[in-house]
């Protein structure tokens, strides 16, 4: 059985492979080719009839292997804007052969190969052992220390990946961009650790040495790879999350505000960067994080940012309408809760465009507030079935309909001739 979103998965790789790659929005190329490197992960990982790994754990050959799928999946990874999905899951048969080398390694991935395939080996499980850790302390911990590891061992990893890559063919991923893999992992979850640790109210020593070390992987992420929207993007969280940290502990508002201000800074550079890129991808994913903290009086932009990034949040839903065609359902469902949730801000955004300095005050709290009920009045329609699953993504929500033309129920839907149809059927139909 097909796991759930399998199916529109494949209708919409096929149509952005049918684009001309001079053509494709980078997410889409990155969509196209991030396909075709986890595939060639997978036919490089044999599993069994009952879907256990096939190839010999303990021989010399079956390690290399697993070493240059690893690479292949971290290089697809790398590659992929957001958490990669393929064939409807988040991970292909690396996944398990990640689990197997850990439980005979007990644990240690220092112990998981022999001399001749580490440290790049075992800083390869280190990095899908930190995408997919339950825990996101430990993906944190494991994260920072691969980090470190590999800026260390960088000339050995370099040799190693030479080796791999003549051997592959393919191009891989370079010693730089793991280690900036790595960080952008430690950066994502200490954002979710400093939540957890809020929700707890556990000290704030632990806090603030965690927001310490996301904020020193932002700097070092910005150092290796200064002009990606990914990376400077992932920057930003580093940066506020020291922000916010400085702000809970009682620190100088001064330190605070230079933290968010590096924070704003890295989402503008990220958005010219798309810009510079002719991404409508990165453009819709980072606009409206940055217009969210540019909107605020105390975080200095310049009108012609501000003017930007405005525009581009009034022009995301129709950027996100062509991109839904063409790339996986949860990535375009990011960009979509991400351009709804800017509509909050955009008001204000609009007050301080014209100069208002009352943004702080009752006046823009209240168009603020206005535009928040619009949004949840325009909503409230959506409500007519609750416990409907969505055919395309798997996922329970409101106001899902059954497509007239392929029978299936799906969250994205226009009208045709056929009646009512889900967007995909909508889009073959024009």
């Not at 075709?36 to 997978?42: F, G, N, S, T």
């Not at 605020?296 to 501000?306: E, K, Q, R």
């Not at 007050?351 to 823009?364: A, H, K, N, V």
Request: net charge neutral.
């Amino acid at each position: 059985m097909q796991p759930a979103g399998a199916e529109f998965f494949r209708r919409r790789l096929q149509r952005a492979a049918a684009i001309p790659p001079e053509q494709r929005d980078p997410a889409v190329h990155a969509f196209v080719t991030s396909v075709q490197l986890m595939r060639a992960a997978d036919e490089l990982l044999p599993l069994t009839a009952d879907g256990q790994p096939a190839l010999p754990a303990h021989t010399l050959a079956g390690q290399q292997a697993e070493v240059q799928a690893f690479l292949l999946a971290a290089t697809a990874y790398h590659m992929a804007p957001e958490m990669l999905e393929w064939e409807g899951q988040q991970q292909g048969r690396s996944g398990r052969y990640c689990e197997r080398r850990f439980s005979l390694a007990g644990g240690s991935c220092e112990a998981a190969y022999p001399p001749s395939l580490q440290p790049l080996g075992g800083l390869l499980l280190k990095q899908l052992f930190a995408q997919s850790a339950v825990s996101t302390e430990q993906s944190f911990l494991v994260a920072s220390a691969a980090a470190q590891e590999a800026r260390s061992a960088r000339s050995t990893i370099s040799r190693q990946l030479q080796q791999l890559q003549r051997s592959s063919g393919q191009q891989l991923l370079m010693a730089e961009e793991l280690e900036a893999a790595l960080h952008r992992i430690a950066i994502l979850s200490a954002s979710d650790v400093l939540e957890a640790y809020h929700r707890q109210q556990l000290p704030l020593g632990e806090s603030m040495s965690v927001a310490e070390a996301a904020a020193a992987s932002s700097e070092r992420l910005l150092a290796l790879e200064p002009q990606s929207p990914k990376a400077l993007q992932a920057a930003s969280a580093g940066f506020i999350c020291s922000a916010i940290s400085s702000s809970s502990s009682g620190s100088s508002s001064s330190a605070a505000q230079a933290a968010m201000r590096r924070g704003l800074g890295c989402l503008i550079a990220a958005f010219r960067a798309a810009e510079v890129a002719h991404s409508p991808y990165w453009k819709a994913r980072v606009a409206p994080q940055a217009v969210t903290f540019a909107a605020a009086p105390l975080v200095p932009v310049s009108t012609s940012d501000l003017a930007a990034l405005i525009a581009a949040v009034e022009e995301a839903p129709a950027n996100v309408k062509q991109l839904r065609r063409v790339l996986p359902h949860s990535w375009v469902t990011i960009l979509q809760e991400a351009a709804e949730a800017a509509q909050f801000v955009l008001p204000a955004a609009r007050l301080r465009l014209q100069g208002s300095t009352s943004s702080t005050g009752d006046e823009q709290l209240a168009v603020v507030t206005a535009a928040a009920k619009q949004q949840v009045a325009a909503t409230e329609h959506l409500a007519e079935d609750a416990g409907c699953a969505c055919s395309g993504c798997g996922k329970r929500a409101l106001g899902l309909r059954r497509c007239a033309r392929c029978k299936q129920a799906a969250c994205e839907w226009g009208t045709s001739g056929a009646g009512t149809v889900c967007y995909l059927c909508w889009a073959d139909a024009g």
